[in-house]
């Protein structure tokens, strides 16, 4: 069965480092996202992406964030000076146009 | 997306039906409800989704009364595998918009 797969499962970064998240989606899959859940809260979305653009993002995905598809299959987030408070699980989901699959999460630790 | 409003927890037994309920009372037309689980801190797990007509899957069933102001998710014979939180989200926008959901525990 086709699957959403995240790396690292794990990442511990120093606060103010860069940090790149990667995923990759099923292949045939046209919608991408990046959700974040802090431990104990909700699963929020970060942003979504489509056709190479971003097509919607929330008010958590600022300029500190950016996300790139650089090549047919991979699916990145960027982190570019990373916060204490952006330690969180990290999930990476894609869709065709129906129900949506995600990845099993990278977790961000920010210390 | 409409609002959607969940029990906050619920227990049941190990081998029985779990019926989960939601409350989409402002859905619109082209809304359609979701359901996802999230077993400890793995990736959301979609299970089924339905516009109006009840649904089945090999995971579960969903039940959308005629007005679709509410929902009800039925696991038909429960595991302690089961033991997740479950949301109901409605949305037609191509992003799953997260509440709190309904932590459901299977109990032996």
């Known amino acids: 069965e086709p699957e959403v797969t995240q790396t690292p499962s794990h990442q511990v970064t120093q606060m103010g480092q860069e940090v790149i998240l990667r995923c990759v989606p099923i292949?045939?899959?046209?919608?991408f996202y990046w959700y974040r859940q802090i431990l104990g809260q909700k699963v929020e979305f970060l942003v979504s992406?489509?056709?190479?653009?971003?097509?919607?993002k929330s008010e958590i995905f600022d300029d500190q964030f950016s996300v790139e598809r650089p090549d047919g299959s991979n699916f990145t987030l960027k982190i570019r000076s990373t916060k204490l408070e952006d330690s969180a699980m990290y999930f990476c989901?894609?869709?065709?146009?129906?129900?949506?699959?995600f990845g099993q999460g990278t977790r961000l630790t920010v210390v | 997306d409409a609002k959607t409003t969940q029990p906050t927890s619920m227990d049941c037994a190990e081998g029985r039906a779990a019926n989960l309920p939601c409350n989409h009372s402002?859905?619109?037309?082209?809304?359609?409800v979701y359901w996802y689980r999230q077993i400890h801190s793995q990736g959301p797990q979609y299970i089924i989704h339905?516009?109006?007509n009840n649904e089945t899957n090999e995971m579960a069933s969903l039940i959308i009364t005629e007005d679709r102001k509410s929902s009800t998710l039925i696991l038909p014979h429960a595991t302690l595998r089961d033991t997740a939180v479950y949301y109901c989200?409605?949305?037609?926008?191509?992003?799953?918009?997260f509440g709190a959901g309904t932590t459901v525990t299977v109990r032996a």
């Open positions: 402002t859905i619109s037309g082209n809304e359609y």
């Open positions: 339905g516009l109006k």
């Open positions: 992406f489509y056709n190479n653009e971003i097509s919607e």
């Open positions: 292949s045939n899959h046209l919608y």
């Open positions: 989901a894609s869709t065709v146009n129906t129900e949506a699959f």
């Open positions: 989200i409605a949305y037609n926008d191509y992003k799953l918009s």
